[in-house]
């Protein structure tokens, strides 16, 4: 069974700087796809970013990247200029690819961006 | 306009109730899902649904009951509701098929469901 681990429960960071946060995952399959998920106090699940992992290249979306080592099982995600509202629980997640759309997270890191 | 949208948001009931959460999507997705969020805030698939077939079926208890009268719309039924059952239950939706889009989940906002 895959599981997903995201080894920190809270970070900070200060507005402006770069904070990381890390997540490994378990699998034994070699067609997968890799999510972050972004959740503020508002609920709402959001996508950040998302990586298919028989590509390389490592995604980017704005501010977000990520850092994706396949054979160590890897996939932190490095938000850059931090901003309040990015303020937030970020979720990792796996899904196979052929699951039809069954995501497996991990538990959460709460991060806080302050002043 | 919402793209996937649930009602109630918030819901407040007594042990032993039954209660239904409706969800609806209006992107012209083929596939939706109930996932369930617990006080951890653990996030877990329950059901999913394709074109009104069901796809996945977690290890959940029979009194809860997804419902899909078209492919636009998969209500959620929970009968004798219990302590335990108090979560935030997200619905979400995604296109079919291989693709890149094909496995990218929309959810909507989460409802939350507090048993008394």
């Known amino acids: 069974a895959q599981t997903v681990t995201q080894s920190q429960p809270e970070m900070s960071v200060q507005e402006a700087e770069t904070v990381t946060l890390s997540c490994t995952y378990d699998?034994?399959?070699?067609?997968?796809?890799l999510f972050w998920y972004k959740q503020p106090p508002s609920r709402q699940m959001i996508l950040v970013i998302r990586?298919?992992?028989?590509?390389?290249q490592n995604a980017t979306e704005n501010r977000f990247s990520v850092n994706f080592q396949k054979a160590a099982k890897s996939f932190s995600l490095k938000i850059s200029d931090s901003q309040l509202g990015d303020t937030a629980m970020y979720f990792c997640?796996?899904?196979?690819?052929?699951?039809?759309?069954?995501?497996?997270f991990g538990k959460g890191t709460k991060l806080s961006v302050k002043p | 306009d919402t793209a996937v949208s649930q009602t109630p948001k918030y819901l407040v009931t007594q042990m032993g109730n039954d209660k239904s959460i409706k969800c609806e999507q209006n992107?012209?997705?083929?596939?939706m899902y109930w996932y369930k969020q617990d006080s951890k805030k653990f996030l877990k698939i329950m059901f999913s649904?394709?074109?009104?077939?069901?796809?996945i079926n977690e290890t959940v208890p029979n009194r809860f009951s997804p419902k899909s009268p078209d492919k636009a719309h998969l209500n959620l039924h929970i009968n004798s509701l219990e302590l335990g059952d108090s979560a935030v239950y997200f619905c979400?939706?995604?296109?079919?098929?291989?693709?890149?889009?094909?496995?990218?989940?929309?959810f909507g906002a989460g409802s939350r469901l507090t048993v008394l």
């Open positions: 979400a939706s995604s296109p079919r098929g291989a693709g890149t889009g094909a496995n990218v989940l929309t």
């Open positions: 699998t034994s399959e070699s067609n997968y796809y």
């Open positions: 990586q298919e992992a028989y590509k390389q």
């Open positions: 997640a796996f899904m196979s690819g052929g699951s039809q759309g069954n995501l497996i």
């Open positions: 992107l012209g997705h083929d596939t």
């Open positions: 649904y394709n074109n009104k077939e069901l796809i």
